[in-house]
C-alpha cells in the first residue's frame, strides 16, 4: 500500500467519524415532513413535487431536499431544494427542476424527501429533522 493509499483511508476514516454523530441524529419526533400524493411534470420537463414540514428549532440554515425515482430504482433524480423556517408552525414546501423531458412520466413514481439541517459550528454537518419516503404519482401539468 502506498503512501498516498494510506493518507487517503485515514482521511476518510476521519471524515465518516466526524460525520456519523450528525447522521444518527435522525427524524426528532417533534419534528414532521410530509409528501403530497402527487407530483406533476410538465412538457418541457419540469418536475414539481411539494408537501408540508414543521420543525420546533434549529440552530443553522436549514432546508427541505427532494428526489424522485421512476423505473430503475438506482436512479434518483434531484428535484431543487427549498429553505425552511423552524418555528413550529406548519408550512408547505415546493421544489421543482426541470429535467429532460421524458425522464419522469405519468405514474407511479418514489420520492425521498429530508428536512435538514447544517449545523453552525466548525465543518457544516448535516442535521437531519425528518425524512420522508414513499411512492406518489405523477400527473401531467
Same mark, same amino acid.
Given at each position: 500500500?502506498?503512501?498516498?493509499?494510506?493518507?487517503?483511508?485515514?482521511?476518510?476514516?476521519?471524515?465518516?467519524?466526524?460525520?456519523?454523530?450528525?447522521?444518527?441524529?435522525?427524524?426528532?419526533?417533534?419534528?414532521?415532513?410530509?409528501?403530497?400524493? $402527487?407530483?406533476?411534470?410538465?412538457?418541457? &420537463? !419540469?418536475?414539481?413535487?411539494?408537501? %408540508?414540514?414543521?420543525? /420546533? =428549532? #434549529?440552530? @443553522?440554515?436549514?432546508?427541505?431536499?427532494?428526489?424522485?425515482?421512476?423505473?430503475?430504482?438506482?436512479?434518483?433524480?434531484?428535484?431543487?431544494?427549498?429553505?425552511?423556517?423552524?418555528?413550529?408552525?406548519?408550512?408547505?414546501?415546493?421544489?421543482?427542476?426541470?429535467? $429532460?423531458?421524458?425522464?419522469?412520466?405519468? &405514474? !407511479?413514481?418514489?420520492?425521498?424527501? %429530508?428536512?435538514?439541517? /447544517? =449545523? #453552525?459550528? @466548525?465543518?457544516?454537518?448535516?442535521?437531519?429533522?425528518?425524512?420522508?419516503?414513499?411512492?406518489?404519482?405523477?400527473?401531467?401539468?
Amino acid at each position: 500500500m502506498s503512501l498516498r493509499q494510506v493518507i487517503g483511508a485515514a482521511t476518510g476514516a476521519a471524515l465518516l467519524l466526524l460525520v456519523a454523530p450528525s447522521a444518527v441524529a435522525v427524524s426528532r419526533a417533534s419534528d414532521e415532513l410530509t409528501v403530497d400524493p $402527487a407530483g406533476h411534470v410538465a412538457a418541457d &420537463g !419540469t418536475v414539481t413535487l411539494s408537501g %408540508t414540514y414543521r420543525c /420546533l =428549532s #434549529a440552530s @443553522g440554515p436549514v432546508f427541505v431536499s427532494s428526489s424522485v425515482s421512476q423505473g430503475d430504482s438506482r436512479v434518483y433524480y434531484g428535484i431543487g431544494g427549498s429553505s425552511a423556517v423552524c418555528d413550529g408552525a406548519e408550512h408547505r414546501w415546493t421544489n421543482s427542476e426541470k429535467r $429532460a423531458p421524458g425522464a419522469l412520466t405519468p &405514474g !407511479t413514481a418514489h420520492v425521498e424527501a %429530508t428536512l435538514m439541517e /447544517l =449545523s #453552525a459550528t @466548525g465543518l457544516p454537518l448535516p442535521m437531519f429533522h425528518a425524512i420522508q419516503d414513499q411512492d406518489i404519482k405523477v400527473v401531467a401539468g
